[in-house]
């Protein structure tokens, strides 16, 4: 058994009703209902956490070094193109992940292109709403079976 751990960036506390031609109909609660069930399904544990507050997420960063994580699906939102930070605490964490959005980041605004985690990561779901956390939970429950 292993402990999984997503993380959520800003503004994803509004999935299901903002911009839901882009980000699609499901709500966070959701999505996370979804993993924690394939989880469970998995042998494994699940744990989640949403934030629109970078100094949070980098301290649960912090604590996923000490915890028992094994493994982690991140969509850190516009931090993703923004922040250095984080990219410095989750190296520090020393632990796998893969990095999922919603929407096709390359299909948007020029600014979205440049993700400060895709280099570092073991895989990138982009585009696929929220199937893409499912299929991250599935390419991770294989990697942490090997």
């Known amino acids: 058994m292993a ?13 299901g009703s903002r911009e839901p031609h882009i980000y699609g109909y499901d709500t966070l609660a959701d999505i996370n209902a979804r993993l924690a069930s394939q989880c469970t399904q998995a042998g494994h ?18 604590l996923a070094r000490t915890d028992g994580t094994a493994f982690m699906i991140v969509n850190f939102g516009g931090f993703t193109h923004t922040s250095i930070a ?3 605490a989750i190296l520090a964490s020393e632990l796998p992940f893969i990095e999922v959005h919603l929407s096709n980041l390359h299909s948007r605004e020029p600014f979205r292109h440049k993700s400060y985690f895709s280099d570092i990561a073991v ?17 991770a429950c294989r990697k942490l079976a090997k």
């Open 3 to 15: 402990s999984i751990l997503a993380l959520h960036g800003p503004n994803l506390n509004l999935l």
């Open 86 to 88: 984080l990219r410095d």
């Open 45 to 62: 544990e699940f744990a989640c956490l949403q934030s629109n507050d970078e100094a949070e997420l980098i301290q649960r960063l912090h």
């Open 123 to 139: 895989g990138v779901i982009v585009g696929l709403g929220a199937q893409g956390y499912e299929l991250a939970l599935q390419a």
